[in-house]
């Protein structure tokens, strides 16, 4: 048996608005059924409570704009210091592994944020990491396993140049389901080439496929890379109830793919069959982390679980082709990648759904060879025109990005041409 | 015509009876518990409260024993076995329950919904099953039976044709979500109603002639019926502190909305909280004998810190105290110094003799290589100093319990204690250092020794509720009075549709069992929402929990004690 925290946060008073899926309802049913189950007061699981994040522990990893109180609720700040309390309690050995089931979720939410996109503000898992960073130092490695039914592409955004971070996502493929993104070649920056690692897996996929992909993809590359902590960013929508994914997962198959990987810290994420799904994946869930017998936990309503043939050769396909780039990471000449100059630039249009806000974002990072790289970043968007400047350093910097970065940061502010002008970096104070 | 009743709390040393005369207190009376006969001390203690009424109008007893206490924590309650429906799940087996189960098919889900029927060849091979076992009760307990106990119900019918033992089912005895505890909370009542009809028989032939009605504490500080605890024995456990948490609620003149109550006996302390004027309930019922179960009780922590505490000295920590109990202290003829030989080596109370007292303490600091004044002083300290450890433990638990709404993590219930309220023989020497400690007022409970007696004797009947209305499938369910019913109207049925109907079942129910139904019916606990599928309201799901408060008479100080 392992000890597991759980910390519970079903936000019963929040929603996005009446009748979305992000709405009081959601984990009802869950809370229902962990009750039932009798699990709230199991020897070896532990309920915590959440608390508020503070504006530090959310602005080391954010950049809000205008302002983190016009584009955050208190809800918001309970899901992310709920995932802080969550890491804190393995950090501080009051128990093995820990679950952070709460919501609002976060996985869609960029390092900028303007609004609300995919459901999501604040990022919960990449909060969690810069957390465990700030406590126990920049040399520690994480993991993050998206197990979400949609590409995690705001905690990829996050760590897209973060050598300290792998980042793992399985989802339905993004040509059939928002985000639209999530591809195999998206595989990270100038200073951590590789270690986004996404696996689109063919909408009907079943236990069976996913399975594969844990056996074949997600543990040997875990096993090789060695993190010192990985999370499970646990969406629940794979399954084959879910109203808003195509996906073919059972509650055995997520239990099965929680005792396969071992995750030391759950966050949950999204999934919408709310009644037929989310209870049910949940009790697995708790189960497999705390190390009892879930065999018998199944859904009332059956449907899902198998897949085709042609699916399964299309799961393999995917495989063997993440697998190959993985092995052959270290042999990509990034100059061929990224460009010979001082910077590797890139412009991109962000769509906010959620909020329906276009954002126009110019990313400058400094090809450095001794670190990541300092960054540079112009942001805009149809809510906030004026344009925003920030300069952020690596949880690693080496001292000419340091002096640069400053350097950068001085001048953006003496030319008064930015309605905002944001420093950051958890490594290094101004001035 | 003022009420007159008795109250009488047998515990594990003593057995403690008062005569309550409407708010006046006539006497206290105590006797030694005979553990091996309860009734007969509790007999004794009846005519001995009796010789101080001069009456001729019968009286009322209520009675809080340890009689089910005892035999569930010393296991021997009849054998039990439980008829389980767990559905799909947590693998009943990995739980290791306390008791035999024989697992049917068939699932109610969450909703109340049926969604596997019950193999009715199955339930009807239960005879078959049980024909080589020595079983003398059963429990019948299904996964979501408070939302809809049509399987349990089911069960029942058929064992009602051949089963003669006792049979207790799961819905009856709690509304609250929790197999596991549903099942372990079902057993201990099957495996006690025997024993309890038994004593209830005892009790009805021995009753005296001035006894007009019986009543027994509940654990969550209410009374019940004779036939009622027949029924629901079970609720009769650990009613013992919930009698002395009433009595502070009868007797305590403190002010304060928050207020910390210890009780300071011989060998343990118990802490309870008063919080926003109504004491604190278990978040889901109370743990006895290491049986976490649902049955509604008051909050009370207890560790082993009393009067009667062995001391044990380690150089350089001072003194610790606890947490087994010494024996009787030297004042009054132990062999073995104690914190209440402190308090009378210092003179704080008189208490035996104190002379003994003095020189125990000059041999004990000699030995250690102190002052008597210095070492009597440290154990004064240290007892302080654990009760304080022990007090901010106990908020500290009682802050961890969990939040689920915005609205509380932002303002979480403030629990802290503004005052303390102390009773039990050593409490004036203990409680007020430690309420300077914690910068409180506080206050000494009159009567401290017999409150646990007044406290039964001025509380009253209680009966609690749980409904739960599902719009969209239309149902209502009330699993503690077996009441399922239909919604016409879905549309109109909203939560103080619901809270009205909650209140009047609860009416209804305690006039069902003969109590006095005109008290307050308060909602402990709701819930609402609304239930959207596919961006359309589909319908409304309330739940509403609602009590008779629990109150007690309030009893004046300044009555004639003997």
Known sequence: ?431 | METVSIGIDVGGTNTDAALVCGAEVLALVKVPTNQADLLQSTREALMKILQHYNGTDPVRLHLSTTLQTNTIVEGRGAKTKAIVIPGPGVHLASLNLPFPLLELTGYVDHRGREVRPLDIDQVRRIQESLDNEEIEALAVVGKFSQRNPCQEELIARELSAWYKGHVSLGHRLSGRANFPRRIVTTCLNASIAQKQRDFLQILRGAKEDLVADIQILKADGGTMTLEESAQRPIESILSGPAASIMGVKALSRCQAKNFLIIDIGGTTTDLAAVVNGEVLFERDGAIIGGHKTLVPAVLARSFGLGGDSELNYHPGQGIQIGPRRAGTPVCLGGSALTPTDAAVAKGLVELGSKDRARSAWDVWARQLGLQAEELVEEVLRAFTRQLMAAVDAFYRELEGMPLYTVEEVLHPPRLKPDAVVGLGAPAEVFIPPLAKALDLPWEILPFSAGANAIGAAAARSTVGLTLHADTELGTITIPEMGYQGEIRRPLFFDLEKARKLGEEKTREYAKSLGYDATGDVYIVEEESFQMVRGFRTVGQRHMVRTQLRPEVRRIRIGGKST
């Open chain 1, 1 to 431: 048996m392992t000890q597991v925290g759980l910390v519970f946060f079903p936000a019963f008073d929040w929603a996005i608005s009446p009748d979305h899926p992000e709405r009081q309802e959601r984990l009802l049913y869950t809370r229902d059924q962990i009750q039932e189950e009798g699990l709230f007061d199991h020897p070896s699981i532990r309920e915590y409570r959440p608390r508020l994040a503070t504006d530090e522990e959310i602005l080391r990893t954010h950049v809000v704009i205008p302002s983190l109180d016009s584009k955050i609720t208190e809800s918001h700040r309970i899901a992310a210091g709920g995932t802080i309390v969550a890491a804190d309690l393995v950090i501080d050995g009051l128990v093995e592994r820990s679950f952070a089931l709460l919501r609002p979720p976060g996985h869609h939410a960029n390092r900028i944020v303007h609004g609300s996109r995919g459901f999501c503000v604040l990022n919960n898992e990449a909060i969690m990491v810069d957390h465990l960073r700030s406590r126990l130092g920049p040399d520690l490695k994480v993991a993050i396993v998206d197990t979400d039914a949609h590409h995690a592409d705001g905690t990829q955004d996050i760590f897209y140049n973060d050598p300290g971070v792998l980042h793992i996502s399985l989802h339905q493929d993004g040509r059939t389901l928002y985000p639209g993104t999530g591809f195999v070649s998206e595989r990270g920056g100038p200073g951590a080439y590789g270690q986004t690692v996404n696996i689109p897996l063919p909408p009907g996929t079943g236990d069976e496929g996913m399975l594969m992909v844990m056996e074949r993809v997600v543990l040997p590359i875990l096993q090789e890379w060695k993190p010192d902590y990985v999370i499970n960013a646990a969406g629940q929508d794979n399954h084959f109830s879910d109203p808003i994914t195509n996906m073919s997962f059972s509650a055995q198959g997520y239990a099965q793919l929680t005792e396969l990987l071992g995750p030391d810290l759950v966050v949950l994420e999204g999934g919408y069959s709310i009644e037929g799904a989310l209870p049910y994946i949940n009790v697995g869930l708790l189960l497999a982390l705390a190390g009892l017998d879930y065999s018998k936990v199944e859904e009332p309503y059956k449907g899902g679980g198998r897949q085709s043939r042609a699916i399964s050769q299309d799961v393999a396909r995917v495989c063997g082709e993440v697998m190959e780039l993985w092995q052959k990471r270290s042999e990509v000449d990034l100059v061929q990648v990224f460009g010979e100059g001082d910077f590797f630039e890139r412009h991109r249009q962000i769509y906010y759904d959620t909020d329906n806000i276009h954002e126009a974002q110019q990313d400058c990072v400094r090809l450095c060879t001794d670190c990541p790289g300092w960054r540079m970043i112009y942001t805009s968007s149809s809510r906030n025109r004026q344009p925003v400047a920030v300069v952020l350093l690596p949880w690693k910097p080496c001292r000419r990005c340091q002096r640069e970065a400053k350097a950068q940061h001085a001048y953006l502010v003496d030319e008064a041409s930015f309605e905002q002008v944001v420093w950051q970096s958890p490594a290094v104070k101004l001035g």
